[in-house]
Each structure stands twice: as C-alpha cells, then as structure tokens.
C-alpha cells in the first residue's frame, strides 16, 4: 500500500535529524577508541616523602590530573588519555603548584598504548620512569615482570612453583622484562638477603601482572598488580576509575533523547493517518 505523501514527507523530516545526530556519535566513538592511551602514576621510593603528583598537556600551563599525597608503594588506577606529549611533575606534599618541581619527565602517549611512571631510586637519586605497560599476551598465557622497589635489600630473587626463576639478582630500582608463563596459581618467593617472603599470585590466561617488591613495616611485601585481564584493549581500571583529579568530563549524549522525540513524531504521524482514513460525517 502506498502512503499518502504528507505521511511520506513527515516521516523522512523525523528521521533525518537523527541520522544527522547518529553519524557523528559513531564516528567520535571510533576515534576516540583510536586515540586513546592510559597512564598510571606510582611512587616507588621508599626513603622519599610524599609527593603531589601533576600530569600536564605539552604546552599547557593548567594540570590536566593532580594527584596529592602521595605516599611510598601508591599506584594509581589507569587513567584514559588522548593521544599527545605529556609532562609528569613531581612537588612536595602540599608545596604550591606553582612552586619548581622536585624533579619532571616528559611522556608521549602513543594510541592504544598503556604506561606507568613511576618515581623511583633513592631519594638522594631520585627519578622519573616512564615503563611501557603490555595489554596482550600470547594465546593461553600470562605475562609477569618485577619492579624492585626495596631499599634494604639491595638485590633480590624471584621464583615461583620451587625453583623455576622468574628474575634473578635484580637490583634495587630496576624493572625486569615482561616473562609468558603458563596459567597457573603460582606460589611467587621473594628472597634478598636473609630474608624471604611469599605471595600466591593466579596466572590466569591473557592477565598481566606486575610485581612490586617494598620495604614493609617487618621486611619485604609483595605487591601484585594486576594491569590487564584479556580484554587485550583496556588495561584493568582504566575507563571507570580515575586519578581523583580534575580531568574534564563529555556531557551526556543527546542521542536517547532524539530517538525519543523521533518516535514521538511517528506515532503522532501514524495516528494522524489513522484519523484521515476515517470517514467523515455528512452535513
């Protein structure tokens, strides 16, 4: 049957505008899956007091994300960012934000990637490193590294399941390379010194962990970290959470509300047919 032609041109003049508004949210979505990066911030020396953490835009004199406080053995959630030249800058707790930096470090986010910066070292040495952060791993497995954060032991060993070494003879301030292993609940032994601690960590297939050895308040801790859990997109905290900072939010689609009114103006359409095919009442 074909529709009468006011009912043809109603129709077309309520959906238009939500083509209009559907096109470019799709395709703001699709950029900004491929423009995106993440970065999380650490402070990982344990001689060092805390510290307010600021993230800038290369260029920009306003902090995009500042994060106060922050004490020995914090890491932030992941945080989403676009892609671009950053500077992290490190003051101390409570110094003014204008005040010079105790120390700084430049960081390109790179789309689709993840890193974290980390303070790290002695604080007579302290330094910023930016660490490359993987989000994927090889069918089946898991991917582990060790960050050696402990002062009062210099150099340590890590194995797990017995003996099977996961770093050997890392140094104070040094981060291993990431290592595929097996999915497992793998029991991970720390040992510097006379000291020895452990730690049950579940390997499962497609996480990534990262092991933080500190100084705790009786010997060493174990830290396991856990920055991605097979999505192989978004590393784990990345897009819910946040720094507590003063990142800018988008404001809410329009999107449900046009869908709303276009139905609206069909059904007001479909009734307005239905009152002209009625047959009228003669005079």
Known sequence: MKLPRFIRRAIALAVVPLLLFCVPAVASASVAGTSTGWVRLAHLSPNTPAVDVYLYSFGDTSAQLVLHHVGYGAVSPYEPLAAGEYTVAMRAAGA??????????????????????AGTGPE??????VLDDQLTTPPGKALVRVIQASLRQHVVTVTYSGDAVLVSHLAFGSVSPYHAESAMTATVSVTGGSEHVT??????????????????????????????????????????????????????????WLLAIGAGALLAIAGGARLRGLPRPRS
């Open 124 to 129: 007579s040495g302290l330094r910023l490193q």
């Open 96 to 117: 003014p934000a204008a005040s010079t930096p105790v120390l700084s470090a430049s960081l390109t986010v790179a789309p689709g990637h993840a890193y974290t910066v």
């Open 199 to 256: 730690a049950s960590v579940a390997l499962g297939a497609g996480t990534v962990h990262t092991l933080v050895v500190l100084d705790g308040a009786k010997g060493l801790v174990v830290d396991n970290l856990l920055d991605a859990a097979g999505s192989g997109a978004v590393p784990v905290g990345g897009a819910s959470t946040g720094f507590g900072g003063t990142a800018p939010h988008a404001p809410p689609s329009p999107l449900p």
